[in-house]
């Protein structure tokens, strides 16, 4: 028997809402629709989405879906779609699916024949890389970075090469250890940090990796970030700090005087001597 398109298959539409990520403003025509159209809201957070629905009059039914109880759920957001009612899927803020656990049950849905389609808006990825000043002809999400300290290096690491612009999320309470990671494992390269996009505090921050983590620590990061990374742009750009440091190292022991030896790798890498001396002094603390 051939297979159903999902035009064919008499079940409910699972809508994929874009929602703002901050300013309750940016909502579509289209979103607010489809929001009192469906028969049911699932969403990460209710009573985050709740702010959302009370803004605008909209009293549809929500049903809590996220990381801890997906598995539950998504089999009674099936049989809601299965028995021919809508739902809308919605993230705290942004498109769901995207580092979030929609995914899952998009996937689910598309599996079973279901039919799915977006409601497209906010996106805090694609809003810190338009403003970000940087190449946006290619570029690649990498989402959450790992918490732990050894596999955030790790994860770094396999990123050394990468030509295209980076997007990252972070959490406030680590944002100083991913840039400080960022520049020991790739360099002091360009980055801009985004900050609360679209909120009443929100900040960009565009600069070296050195001059963000100064940054920063001067003013405790709160808030959501955004981090856009410029990617390698050659040799100087996949170095990182630990390899010259290890190289102006054996230069010293080899009797090289220190100024000739940072010379000599800020001309190999084309990195400036300010850069390299500070990682050597940071080695020595």
């Known amino acids: 028997m051939p297979g159903l398109t999902e035009r064919e298959v008499p079940t409910g539409v699972l809508y994929l809402c874009a929602t703002p990520i901050g300013n309750l403003e940016d909502v579509s025509v289209r979103l607010l629709k489809t929001l009192r159209h469906v028969h049911l809201i699932a969403c990460e957070d209710t009573r985050q989405t709740a702010k959302l629905l009370r803004r605008y009059r909209i009293r549809t039914p929500m049903l809590s879906y996220h990381q801890h109880n997906r598995r539950q759920r998504e089999g009674e957001l099936l049989e809601t779609l299965r028995e021919g009612h809508d739902v809308a899927l919605l993230s705290d803020a942004g498109t769901p699916g995207i580092s979030d656990p929609g995914s899952d049950l998009v996937r689910r849905a598309v599996e079973e024949g279901v039919a799915v389609t977006a409601i497209p808006g906010p996106s805090a990825l694609v809003c810190a890389l338009a403003i970000s000043g940087m190449d946006t002809s290619r570029f690649t999400f990498e989402g959450f970075l790992p918490p732990r300290a ?14 295209r612009t980076m997007v990252f999320y972070e959490a406030p309470h680590r944002v100083l250890e991913t840039l400080a990671d960022m520049e020991e494992v790739l360099g002091d390269r360009r980055v801009t940090v985004a900050r609360e996009l679209t909120k009443r505090f929100e900040e960009v921050f565009r600069g070296a990796l050195s001059q963000a983590r100064e940054h920063f620590s001067q003013h405790p990061p709160r808030g959501e970030f955004t981090l856009v990374l410029e990617g390698s742009r050659g040799e100087a750009a996949r170095v990182s700090a630990e390899q010259v440091r290890a190289e102006v190292e054996a230069l010293l022991a080899q009797g090289v005087e220190k100024k000739e030896a940072l010379r000599m790798k800020a001309l190999q890498y084309g990195i400036p001597r300010r850069d390299i001396y500070r990682w050597l002094a940071r080695r020595e603390d």
Do not use: I, K, N, S
């Open 150 to 163: 050894a596999r955030r290096r790790a994860f770094l690491q396999e990123l050394r090469g990468e030509v």
